[in-house]
């Protein structure tokens, strides 16, 4: 196992940290080009992949296999790097701005903390918008209406394409990257360095990475681990956790006591392409939208068409 500092943050400390190398001098030199050129807004051809860009460019296989292609299988979440270069310069460009991070309470306090500050009698959770007519009514699944001046589907795209065009929800698209994440409570060990990104560059076995968490929240003397995996998706939740334990006790050894499978999520439909740049968030003068697939899908598209689609909004009522 090799371990190693970030080289979007610190590409010499990366360079030294490594005693076995995994990469080439031009390796680095490619790295360091691309990392000033996103940085500094010069964009490569964005319809091509990032694998066909990885090739093309001229990295090693080495460091292709070993770092860039199970790093970046996790960024995506699918191992065939065939996400397109425009999601791939956004994402560079964020590891270039700043720190990556998990909120300590999970990804959901960012959707918590934008709610809490709406007066709760403006805020309905926990049901399912059906339909939305002409006139602006809002049907939810308990058979309850709302209507609105004026509406915004911030739903994802499956639901928004229904919501909005009736189109049906089409789950068997190339379009969507599948993969599973699990979590297991184990003991604590030192020797298991928490916050660490483990990579499997092995090309073997079905974990694709891993981290070891900690928190104050957690059982004393517990940690978890977060693992997420690309194949053998179809196996039966304990059947899969079994092999993943497995895979896990052949890297850490006997690190790993006392495991607990806490959850399993399965990711069935995480965009990995998105025509729509333009920010056409209109369909009406009353019926907008907004999300991560009016761009390059994440969480600062889904932020930033929100803000757009208010502003546009705000404008019309003046
Ligand atoms: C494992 C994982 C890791 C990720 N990591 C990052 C990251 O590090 N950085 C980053 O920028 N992005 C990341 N993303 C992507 C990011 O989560 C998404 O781009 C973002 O959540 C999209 O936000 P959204 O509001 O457009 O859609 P969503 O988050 O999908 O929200 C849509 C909401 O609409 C609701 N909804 C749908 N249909 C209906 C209906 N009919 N009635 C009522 N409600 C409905 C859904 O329940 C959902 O709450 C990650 C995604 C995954 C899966």
Redesign the pocket.
């Known amino acids: 196992m090799l371990i190693f500092a970030n080289p979007f943050e610190n590409i010499l400390d990366f360079a030294k940290g490594i005693k076995t190398p995994i990469f080439t001098i031009k390796d680095l030199f490619l790295l360091g080009v691309i990392y000033l050129r996103i940085k500094f807004n010069f964009k490569y051809y964005e319809n091509t992949t990032v694998h066909t860009f990885f090739s093309k460019i001229g990295f090693s296989k080495k460091f292709i296999s070993l770092f860039l292609k199970p790093f970046f299988s996790g960024v995506f979440?699918e191992n065939q790097l065939r996400t397109k270069m425009n999601k791939f310069q956004e994402v560079f460009k964020s590891f270039t701005d700043g720190n990556v991070f998990i909120p300590s309470d999970g990804?959901n306090s960012l959707a918590q903390q934008i709610a809490k500050n709406i007066p709760k009698k403006n805020i309905i959770l926990g049901?399912?918008?059906?339909s939305i007519s002409i006139d602006n009514i809002v049907s939810t699944i308990d058979k309850s209406k709302y209507s609105a001046k004026i509406i915004v589907i911030?739903?994802?795209k499956l639901?928004f394409e229904y919501?909005a065009y009736r189109k049906k929800r089409n789950l068997i698209s190339s379009n969507f990257n599948k993969s599973k994440?699990l979590y297991f409570s184990i003991d604590d060990n030192p020797e298991l360095k928490k916050f660490y990104l483990y990579l499997n560059g092995s090309n073997e076995g079905i974990i694709n990475n891993l981290i070891f968490l900690r928190n104050e929240k957690y059982p004393k003397g517990k940690i978890i681990t977060s693992i997420t995996i690309f194949k053998s998706l179809e196996l039966q939740q304990d059947v899969l956790a079994k092999k993943v334990i497995k895979e896990l006790k052949l890297i850490f050894g006997d690190k790993i006591k006392n495991h607990k499978l806490i959850e399993i999520f399965s990711?069935k439909e995480?965009i990995n392409s998105s025509i729509n740049h333009k920010y056409n968030l209109c369909i009406s003068n009353n019926l907008y939208f907004?999300?991560?697939?009016c761009g390059v899908?994440?969480?600062?598209?889904?932020l930033k068409t929100g803000r757009l689609a208010a502003e546009r909004i705000i404008e019309l009522k003046k």
């Open positions: 979440l990804i049901k399912e918008v059906v911030a739903a994802d639901n919501l994440t990711i995480l907004c999300g991560e697939h899908a994440s969480l600062n598209t889904a």
